[in-house]
């Protein structure tokens, strides 16, 4: 590259386009591709276990159908979680691409990792789950040691959310841990650079970013730093590039940074 300027990388889901998406195979492979870090979401298990699973319902990344809520982790880890990815090697025995990932596994995997690695980790659902979301997590970060971050930790957890609610509850539980006001719409007085509950950094989706023009330098204007999610096309990239954004979020994070390292 010739100029200073390089985002950092974070594999969205582990990066969903190539591997089945949680699985801790899809997050190995995004570390041994050279990512700054991983995105994932998490969800409590009727026995109030986090596991790493976007959806609401089993059915379109596994085998199994219905709510993850209402199961047991027990009853959830019977199901196959890569089988459904057409890039899911059908004659092989990868348990790393198949088996449901509980946040736990994913920190240990991360810690032992021995790489520097930010790890974004994004509540769903606050209002409909309460407070235990957000509680078990912090909970989660005490016992790894991440809940009171220190710079030159190797590994730095973030998390983020859709909801000030959420982002509100990290503030009180954790104020150490930053935080990402994830962004689809424009909520009041956020177009004009104010984010939540001490959020330091801003991550709008790329969509926002292409029909707001303003948003971006609006942020940088007011202080905050931006991860913009789901670059996943080249237009996109292009664009998220020249508003020097601090994070890009991605599918297809060995696309992003292939890229990078021609500039
Ligand atoms: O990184 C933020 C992004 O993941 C938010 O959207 O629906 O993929 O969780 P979603
Ligand atoms: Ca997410």
């Excluded at 699985?23 to 298990?45: F, H, I, M, N």
């Excluded at 946040?103 to 995997?109: D, G, H, K, V, Y």
């Excluded at 973030?158 to 609610?165: I, R």
Aim: hydrophobic share 40%.
């Amino acid at each position: 590259m010739t100029s200073a300027y390089r985002p950092l990388v974070f594999a969205h889901r582990g990066g969903a386009d190539a591997l089945p998406e949680h699985t801790l195979g899809a997050y190995l492979r995004a570390l041994e591709d050279g990512v700054d870090g991983l995105e994932c979401d998490v969800r409590l298990t009727r026995d109030g276990h986090l596991v790493c699973v976007h959806d609401r319902r089993l059915n379109r990344t596994s085998n199994g159908k219905g709510l993850v809520s209402r199961r047991t982790l027990a009853q959830l880890d019977e199901y196959n979680y890569g089988s459904w990815h057409p890039g899911y090697p059908a004659d092989e025995e990868l348990p790393d691409l198949s088996r449901l990932l509980t946040l736990e596994r994913l920190l240990e995997a991360v810690r032992d990792s021995g790489r520097p690695v930010r790890l974004l980790i994004e509540t769903k659902h606050p209002s409909r789950y309460g407070a235990e979301v957000e509680r078990r997590l912090v909970g989660m970060l005490r016992r790894f040691g991440l809940a009171e971050p220190k710079p030159d930790d190797p590994v730095q957890v973030t998390v983020m959310s859709f909801a000030a609610l959420a982002l509100r509850r990290i503030r009180a539980q954790a104020p150490g841990v930053p935080t990402v006001y994830l962004l689809e719409l424009l909520p009041p007085g956020v177009g004009k650079g104010k984010l939540p509950f001490g959020a330091r950094i801003a991550g709008p989706g790329v969509d926002l970013v292409r029909s707001r023009p303003g948003l971006l330098p609006a942020m940088r204007a007011a202080g905050h730093r931006t991860y913009v999610w789901t670059v996943n096309e080249p237009a996109d990239l292009e664009l998220v590039l020249r508003h020097r954004v601090d994070g890009v979020i991605s599918d297809r994070p060995k696309f992003v940074l292939d890229h990078l390292a021609q500039m």
